[in-house]
């Protein structure tokens, strides 16, 4: 194998590669999950803490993984085992790219799941399914019957299996494909558009009653709803879930720590600032992430809608607002249109690494690499279907405070975005600041040694990041009591 170009071709440009990053990253991350995990944790000091773990150890981890892949050329296993080949490091560093895989297939699992309810809620929303909520006056009768919607959904497997099997299917035929031809076109049209119908949806918000509580629910940081659980007489226990929720979601906003944006980075040609392209990723997915909180809050609050409400809350938000606004249906429609294309190109980034690996052992075409891939992803999603309807009180670990109403869903969520997300990040920023060689990591990113946002970055990953998610890690699962 040589690292001279990728196998898999190559983008044509640079804006195509930021493109496909940012559209990896940003996805059902940022609209689905962001604002009901934020309301979980009790808001602002969630918010707070995600955002210093962008900037601390989301955005040096982007930039070390986009390295690797530029330098390696090939899937994340077979990139780790060139790299480490080439820098004379030890095979255990290969490791990064094979439980990165094994991430993806979990990942993709529920995530093509949460895909399907999308475009679920196009047909429902688009049918015109809540126009008529305008003429409810009664509150509470809206929320029930929006909710109603949902449950129903949720309550219906063969409904639900339908919808993944379509998403896991549009995932795989992009796939098949190769990562340029459609995907690129896709993207150049699809982050613009999700960005107006989002400010669209800011505008909506700003004119809802409770729009100043909903910004200040985001914004203000009480740290004690964070940090503290279990009061009893004033008496509170210390908690630090929530800082590990919010460095997970950090990993898994930015599609990082399982080498799906090291996948991508094997197809950057050589003159290009991974520097610029990983802040652009970065700023563009926090954006929308934010956008999403400011929008969601304010309506949920407006409407007496109860905001920790788990998976559940954007589905039960937005439809209460497109069916109170003029062109409500039409403007739905689309922007679940939106939302499922963001989840559609942020799915094929977590199937694309396992893809192009079996592609490079010799045995398999892109088709039937991508077969096996997506009905072994498929068929454990069904997991996550029937977590929400017939397994719904199978709690595997109850027995453990932390998990004691988990289930099977809730737990092939933590695994993956609270413990081998932040695992493979920890092992990506040593193995990078610590066992490269200098010169490398120079000639990769373009710079001189003594630039200071290379030293910067520099320094970050080599200290800031490792220890930090190292000491969250440790808190959490109570090592450190
Ligand atoms: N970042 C994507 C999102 O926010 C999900 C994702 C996770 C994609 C991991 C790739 C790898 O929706």
Excluded at 320 to 341: D, E, N, Q
């Amino acid at each position: 194998m040589t690292r001279e170009t990728s196998v898999h071709g190559e983008w044509s440009s640079r804006w195509v590669f930021i493109l496909a990053a940012a559209g990896s990253a940003v996805g059902l991350g940022n609209i689905w999950k962001f604002p009901y995990i934020t309301a979980e944790y009790g808001g602002g000091a969630f918010v707070f803490i995600y955002l210093i773990c962008v900037l601390m150890i989301g955005l040096p981890i982007m930039m070390a993984e986009i390295l690797v892949g530029k330098r390696g050329k090939h899937s994340p296993i077979n990139t780790l085992k060139i790299v480490t080949a080439e820098t004379k490091q030890s095979k255990f560093w290969q490791i990064i790219g094979w439980m990165g895989t094994f991430c993806g297939f979990l990942i993709l699992s529920y995530y093509s799941v949460i895909g399907g309810w999308t475009m679920a809620y196009v047909v429902k929303v688009g049918s015109g399914m809540f126009s008529h909520i305008d003429m409810l006056h009664d509150k509470a009768m809206i929320v029930s019957q929006v909710s109603g919607v949902f449950n129903q959904l949720m309550a219906n497997p063969q409904e639900l299996i339908l919808w993944h099997t379509i998403f896991m299917m549009l995932t795989m035929t992009v796939i098949v494909g190769g990562v340029q031809g459609g995907l690129e076109k896709a993207i150049l049209y699809m982050m613009p558009s999700l960005f107006i119908v989002l400010f669209i949806l800011v505008g909506y918000a700003m004119s809802t009653e409770k729009f100043a509580e909903g910004i200040a629910f985001m914004f203000k940081i009480n740290f004690s709803a964070l940090l503290f659980s279990d009061c009893v007489d004033g008496y509170c226990k210390f908690n630090g879930q929530g800082i590990l929720a919010a460095m997970g979601q950090t990993f898994f906003s930015l599609s990082i720590g399982m080498g799906a944006i090291m996948a991508y980075g094997a197809y950057l040609p050589k003159h290009v600032s991974i520097t610029q392209a990983a802040t652009i990723v970065v700023l563009s997915d926090t954006l929308v992430a934010i956008l999403a909180g400011i929008i969601i809050f304010p309506i949920a609050f407006s409407n007496g809608l109860e905001v920790n409400q788990g998976p559940s809350l954007v589905f039960n938000t937005l439809p209460i607002a497109f069916g109170h606004m003029p062109y409500g249906t039409l403007f739905g429609a689309l922007f679940f249109i939106l939302l499922v294309l963001a989840a559609w190109t942020s799915s094929i980034s977590i199937l694309e690494p396992p893809v192009a690996w079996m592609v490079e052992t010799g045995r398999f075409t892109r088709f039937s690499a991508t077969l096996v891939c997506g009905i072994l992803s498929w068929a454990l999603g069904l997991l996550t279907i029937f977590s929400f309807n017939i397994l719904s009180d199978f709690k595997p670990l109850s027995q453990f405070a932390m998990f004691k109403e988990a289930t099977l869903f809730d737990l092939i969520d933590f695994l993956t975005s609270n413990i081998l997300l932040p695992l493979g990040g920890i092992l990506i920023a040593v193995f990078v600041a610590w066992f490269l060689p200098k010169a490398l990591l120079l000639e990769e990113l373009q710079m001189k040694a003594n630039h200071w946002v290379y030293r910067a970055w520099y320094f970050t990953l080599r200290y800031i990041t490792p220890v930090g998610v190292g000491l969250i890690f440790l808190k959490s699962i109570g090592i450190l009591a």
